[in-house]
Every structure is written in structure tokens, then in C-alpha cells.
């Protein structure tokens, strides 16, 4: 499975966009939030800031992607010798979610630095 060129592509993007998501807390988050017990982590056009959560929760995002690629990732490979289609599937979607996740994380952090900068 892995010597297909779509799954090495998929893989390695998915990979770094979570190694970004991490990156980015880090480098550009993190100094502004440290000192704060509780940080916005959504926002609702209608009413604002409706969610508020310790700093650690701002990992949830990646961490939820990690797994995600995980998952898919066995899913992908279990199904390689019965449905390759499938497999297709399966990373593409995982993808998918990690560019939908890094897009909301991007809206987190814009969300963070607007509010406390």
C-alpha cells in the first residue's frame, strides 16, 4: 500500500499539516495565552464567544487529527488486499479532515490573537 505515490502524498500532507497545527500553538499562540486560565476556543457569528476552556484544551484540534490519520491509516491498509477503493477512501478522507481541522485551527489561534492582542 505504501508504495503507492497517492498514499505516500496523503501520509506525508497529513503529517505535516499536524507537525504545523503543533508548530503553530507553539510559536504563535502559546506566549500569548500562557498567563490565562481561560481562553476562547469558539465563536458564534450570533452571539460571540461562546466557549471558554483552559489553554490545554487548544490541543484538542490536533490531537483529534492525529488520530483520525491513525485511524484511517489501519482502516486504509486492513481493507488494501479486499477493496482498494476503499483504502483510496479512507486516506483521502483523513486528507480531507486535516485540512478542514488546520483551517479551524487557523481560526482558533486568529480568534486567540484577536481577543488578547
Known sequence: MLERRFFQITASVSLALIGLSFLLIYWQLFPEIRDQIFIPLHYNIHFGVDSLGPWWRIYTIPVLGSIILLTNWFVSAYLWKREKVLSYFFMGAAL??????????IFVILLNLSYYG
Open 96 to 105: 480531507m479532515s486535516e485540512v478542514t481541522l488546520f483551517v479551524a485551527l
